[in-house]
């Protein structure tokens, strides 16, 4: 089974080949309607995705990771740079201009014409709605063409399965934490292609922070890899930040305060960008966003508690973040999985595999030409 993937959601241009091979042992399960629009695991905060309500009884689910045999990404960072951040007009000319060529990658690299393609995945949602029809509308043509299967994804989901890609037999309960640009969301995970949100940043997404305070320092875009580099060596207690508390028991984010403190900073001690205590500020500002996610994830671990951990998104790249989280899961006793670095930035791998494995719950042969994009979760 080979399945060709593909991914807009944001700025990032990608498509991946996938092989599923090995059977291995299976686990029963339930399936939506295949026209069910996906709804990701934003969109809830009790329940299963795909939603339980719509279940019928399915075919088992194969517990195995696909092999990747090719799984291109082309950026856009040059295009949006100059702005600070993605302008979402220029993402979906990008994804236009070069989607095709990505695409042709992504089968060269692999080894394969589009005739021995399978199954078709796309990125449903969330994202931005401009970028999301590109993708979208690009593997429809193809598996209409092909009068293969076409399976839409959640983003969200897709993250969350980037760690089983390369740990297939992470233990249930997982508890997840998701880091990227545009969510800062905890997820329960009983079984596969099932999780319960259980909270959520109430304002920015951790990466929006790092972007927003690296784009007000004039430090350039995307501003997480800006803020990991020129904060190395920097001392992560030189400037006081508290880790923001909730009052309530609730196990959602906050990082407008965090960013209101950071600016507060900057105006304070007069922080420029060629700066001396640029690195130390810059080393305070990340450790205080690792501490705060660790935080949650703390207080999630005592209500789930799950057998294993997952860290995933664009943020979970980041060193100090990958080290907090690998930090706490040793103390508490936990299995913690991250992915590899280039499996938690945007990328069609990690589609193809929940393309996969909701493939083989609920087969069907038909491309479903109804998918619809969707922004929010
Ligand atoms: O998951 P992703 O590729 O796209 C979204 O779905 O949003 O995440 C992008 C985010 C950006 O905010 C970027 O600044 C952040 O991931 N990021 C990092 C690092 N690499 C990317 N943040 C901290 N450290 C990094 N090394
Ligand atoms: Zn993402």
């Known amino acids: 089974m080979l399945v060709l993937a593909i991914e807009t959601s944001c700025d990032e241009t990608s498509a991946a080949v996938l092989r599923a091979s090995d059977p291995g042992t299976r686990t029963s399960g339930t399936c939506p309607p295949h026209s069910a629009a996906a709804q990701g695991p934003g969109t809830r905060t009790q329940g299963t995705c795909p939603p339980s309500s719509a279940s019928v009884p399915c ?41 095709a060529a990505v695409v042709g990658e992504a089968l060269s690299r692999a080894g394969i014409g589009l005739d021995a393609v399978n199954l078709y995945a796309v990125t449903q949602g969330p994202g931005l709605i401009g970028s999301l029809l590109v993708g979208l509308s690009f593997a429809k043509g193809l598996a209409y063409y092909r009068k293969k299967p076409l399976v839409g994804v959640d983003h969200l989901e897709a993250h969350l399965e980037a760690s089983f890609l390369e740990n297939p037999g992470i233990a249930y309960p997982v508890l997840g934490l998701l880091v990227s640009g545009g969510h800062t969301a905890l997820y329960r995970m009983d079984e596969p292609l099932s999780c319960a949100l259980l909270g959520r940043t109430r304002d920015d997404a951790a990466g929006e922070a790092l972007d927003k305070i690296a784009k007000f320092l004039g430090l350039g875009y995307p501003g997480g890899p800006v803020i990991e580099k020129l904060g190395r060596g920097g001392d992560p207690k030189a400037f006081p930040f508290a880790v923001p508390r909730t009052k309530d028991r609730s196990l959602d984010f906050s990082f407008s305060g965090l960013k209101t403190a950071a600016l507060k900073h900057i105006r304070e001690h007069r922080i420029v960008r060629d700066d001396p205590r640029l690195a130390d500020f810059l080393a305070s500002f990340e450790e205080v966003v690792a501490r705060t996610l660790v935080d949650r994830v703390r207080a999630a671990v005592e209500i789930v508690r799950p057998r294993s951990l997952v860290l995933c998104g664009g943020v979970a790249r980041n060193a100090r973040l990958r080290a907090r989280f690998q930090d706490f899961a040793r103390g508490a006793a936990l299995d913690a999985y991250i992915p590899s670095p280039k499996l938690c930035t945007d990328n069609a791998a990690m589609v193809g595999a929940v393309a996969l494995k909701k493939h083989a719950r609920c087969p069907t042969e038909i491309p479903d030409l109804d998918l619809d994009a969707y922004a929010r979760a």
């Open 59 to 99: 075919s088992p689910l194969p517990a195995y990771a696909p092999e990747i045999l090719s799984n291109i990404v082309l950026s856009q960072d040059e295009v949006h740079a100059p702005y600070g951040g993605v302008v979402p007009e220029l993402a979906s000319r990008q994804h236009i201009k070069t989607i």
